[in-house]
């Protein structure tokens, strides 16, 4: 009886968030017909890194004023180099950070923060618990997905603004990366998909991440995914709400923290502030 009512609960998640954004991006009364978004393969495969790895070398946290406090991240980076441009940029066809390699900073599974530098500040309220997802990303976003690429990092600000460390998380995770933020022009062609999970591996017989694509004019696209690799979007256009959701062996939603995210992002024809 839990267990239908808990699938109920996932698939009425699901639904809500769909009717939501259609609500905000309804149909017109005759939509044109429009490509059908679909997920492609990212060819030719990326190069990898052996032996790149990143690790927390020092965290500390500062009060500021009564209520918050000012945390600072020093990440260690092994073979491999912040800033230059990944080889293969100009065969990917897809958007492409002009500053290079990076660091995708991941705080509470909300939109990332570029690291250019192995080094970051945030300020945050007392008596709150947190987690931190950073990997090691290509110019063009794609992560790196070898082991000792990405680290969770889990603590809390207690109510006097000390930092503590939390145990390392033992669920399964998915956290999300891209797509992100506003895609100009040529950019929306290919749109690159890429998440992290944790705590996890995706196959056929086991878990797995379920992708719903929603845009204005056209019906969800909906995808299971079971293998952990970067996609390219097609046919993006205007609002669109991206959802990813980690299912178990069984097909059901993964309880616990960081298992399902949505994320808005829009398409673009050019840049609406040079009109």
């Known amino acids: 009886m839990y267990k239908k009512i808990s699938l109920a609960i996932a698939a009425g998640a699901c639904c809500l968030s769909i009717a939501a954004f259609k609500k905000v ?8 017909p429009m490509s059908p978004v679909k997920l492609t393969a990212v060819k030719p495969s990326s190069p990898e890194f052996p032996g790149a790895a990143i690790s927390m070398k020092n965290v500390t946290a500062v009060a500021v004023g009564k209520d918050s406090a000012r945390v600072s991240f020093e990440f260690a980076l092994k073979n491999y180099e ?61 992560s790196l997905k070898s082991k000792d690429a990405a ?49 996890c591996n995706l196959a056929a017989d086991g878990y797995k991440v379920k992708s719903v694509i929603m845009r204005p004019m056209s019906d969800p696209a ?30 059901r939603k993964v309880d616990g923290p960081n298992t399902e ?6 398409m673009l024809a050019v840049d609406p502030m040079k009109k």
């Open 151 to 199: 680290i969770v990092y889990h603590f809390k600000i207690d109510k006097s603004g000390k930092l503590k460390k939390l145990k390392d998380p033992k669920t399964p995770m998915i956290f999300y990366s891209r797509p992100k933020g506003d895609y100009l022009g040529a950019d929306t062609v290919n749109v690159l998909l890429d998440y992290y999970v944790w705590n």
């Open 25 to 32: 991006n309804p149909h017109p009364e005759a939509p044109k």
């Open 261 to 266: 995210v949505t994320r808005d992002v829009r």
């Open 222 to 251: 909906v995808d299971t995914l079971s293998k952990w690799e970067p996609k390219f979007i097609n046919n993006l256009s205007g609002n669109c709400r991206i959802m990813l959701q980690l299912l178990d062996k069984k097909g």
């Open 82 to 142: 912040l800033k230059s441009q990944t080889s293969d940029k100009d065969n990917k066809l897809c958007n492409n950070s002009d500053k290079g390699q990076h660091i995708h900073f991941i705080l509470d599974n909300q939109p990332y923060k570029a690291l250019y530098e192995s080094k970051n500040d945030v300020v945050l309220a007392n008596g709150t618990e947190h987690y931190l997802m950073a990997f090691l990303s290509r110019s063009y976003h794609e």
